[in-house]
């Protein structure tokens, strides 16, 4: 890894910090100055990255948040260039789930440390996914929250809260694993990594390395059982829940009654009524920090929480 075979890739409008600072931090926990480019909107990410992989650039590093890293990451599958994550929006989902500092120092220090594995991904309709594909009021909230204008962690508790209110749930039949389930379902969500971002826990024990995808099938309760299985993915005990269906498979197919919204990590999709789902093994290569930890319920979110917390008065000193 040199300056001619590193590309940067930053989006300037991810989350709702300021990305200036971000090249030199770079250049001088690598210790040389990466190629870098900007993106300039939707897609443009995918553009870079694959131009990168087709010219042997072998590392490039995205600064951004989970739509930045879904572009980057599609256009890496099955090719030798490795894919960094400096983590850089709001939920942050890809890199929470690798254990990656949301620290931009301390990302780098991860990519310098040139561990790297081969991660599974999953397809919808062909579309790429990373961490999360869902529909129902996940995919509701997405659509919501990429109308908003404005970012952050508290625009997206806002907008959950007025989804919440007005939602109104769907009728699916899901086949997998040579099974049919049908049911009226608040969310159907199938995942590659373990959480949403926020430390918002969908699939625990979701592993990127297993050639599996993890679902997770919220099934319609009363307003108050619903909303407590959000305290559940927050502690990580969402699949103690009575109203939770688990299950891992290869192939998913999701059935409803018709086209509506959908999500890939976070991204807002509108989809046919029968939706395809696939895992692909070991398509990307990433760079992860080298020690993982084993999920365990209330403790490695309340460690998260405290890494988030330490990171937050960091960034309030320093400024």
């Known amino acids: ?28 926990r690598l210790g040389f100055r990466p190629e870098v480019a900007y993106t300039s909107g939707r897609g443009s990410a995918h553009i870079l990255a694959s131009e990168a992989a087709a010219r ?11 739509g930045t890293i879904n572009e980057t990451a599609g ?24 254990n990656i500092p949301m620290d931009p120092a301390g990302a780098v220090d991860v990519i310098a440390s040139g561990h790297i594995e081969r991660c599974d991904y999953g397809t919808a309709d062909g579309s790429p996914f990373f961490c999360t594909f869902g529909v129902g009021f996940d995919a509701a909230v ?13 625009t997206y508790l806002r907008n959950t809260f007025l989804e919440y209110m007005s939602y109104h749930p769907e009728t699916y039949t899901i086949r997998a694993a040579g099974k049919v389930m049908t049911d009226k379902a608040f969310l159907v969500a199938v995942c590659n990594a373990s959480q949403y971002g926020n430390n918002a826990y969908i699939a625990p024990h979701a592993s990127m390395t297993d050639g599996l995808l993890d679902v997770t099938v919220i099934h319609y309760g009363s307003p108050l059982t619903t909303a407590l299985v959000g305290v559940d993915l927050l502690t990580g005990f969402i699949e103690r829940n009575m109203l939770i269906h688990t299950f891992q498979a290869s192939e998913v197919t999701i059935e409803r009654n018709g086209p509506g919204p959908a999500h890939l990590d976070g991204e807002p999709r509108q989809l046919g009524p029968t939706i395809e789902i696939s895992c692909y093994p070991e ?33 309030i000193f320093n400024k």
């Open 1 to 28: 890894m040199d300056s001619t075979t590193t590309l940067l890739i930053i989006n300037p409008k991810a989350g709702t910090d300021s990305k200036r600072g971000i090249e030199e931090m770079v250049t001088t």
């Open 56 to 66: 042997g650039v072998t590392t490039v590093i995205a600064a951004g948040g989970d």
């Open 75 to 98: 256009a890496l599958l099955n090719t030798s260039t490795a894919l960094g994550i400096i983590p850089c929006g709001s939920g942050n989902g890809l890199a929470r789930h690798l």
């Open 142 to 154: 997405s659509a919501k929250f990429d109308k908003a204008g404005r970012r952050g962690r508290l």
């Open 283 to 315: 398509a990307l290569s990433l760079f992860t920090p080298v020690d993982t930890e084993t999920f365990k319920p209330i403790i490695t979110p309340a460690r998260a929480l405290l890494r988030d917390v330490h990171y937050a008065i960091k960034q």
